[in-house]
């Protein structure tokens, strides 16, 4: 298994490439500090698998795992993170994440996510509550802000990684009309950027509920 370790603290990826050599048979091919720097690396090395941190710098690794899934769907991506609430784990799983590890998991459990991950399977560490994978499918509840069906639309899309000329097209409306419905729905949810309306579809479930 070809891997690729993302996470912003150098001591950090030095102490999971001795632990993934002692307990498992991967080799690491690429390491990342921020999350930019690991969509690189994954559109020019193609590994099997990503082990990243959530909070990355530049580009969060919730919103790495939405582009990776879109572009490069046959790497499986597993999430490394203390967050181990419901509300993380089904938005990262919604997003297609391949498991969740737990930082404070016992070092032989590496090797347990990574062989589940080469056979396609999704691990959870053990920590993670039952109830996040048994609502995993579910929309999370959230007080929303009302949005026309236009906008939850448009929204949806952004969730699930679409360009603005990508959501004109499939949406049958020019580019500009996309970008109206986007600062409206910014102003009224009291967002900046594309990426905030995109942690926000994942985060509510919009990005793959029916519109």
Known sequence: MRLVLADSRTLVLAGFKRLIAEYTDASVVGEARDGQS???????????????????????????????HRHYPEVAVLILTGLTDGQHVRAALRAGAAGFLDKDAEPIELGLALRAVQRRQIYLSPSISHAAVERRNGPLVEDRVSLTPRQR???????????????????????????????????????YGTNALMRYAIRTGLDYAHV
């Not at 690396?41 to 909070?55: H, K, N, Q, S, Y």
């Open 38 to 68: 690991l969509l690189e690396l994954v559109g020019r090395l193609r590994p099997d698998a990503v082990l990243t941190e959530i909070d990355l710098p530049k580009i969060s690794g919730l919103e790495a795992l939405v582009q990776i």
């Open 153 to 191: 639309q448009v929204l949806q899309l952004i969730g699930r990684g679409k360009s603005t000329k990508e959501i004109a097209s499939l949406m049958g409306v020019s580019v500009k009309t996309v970008e109206t419905h986007r600062a409206r729905m910014m102003n009224a949810l009291g967002l």
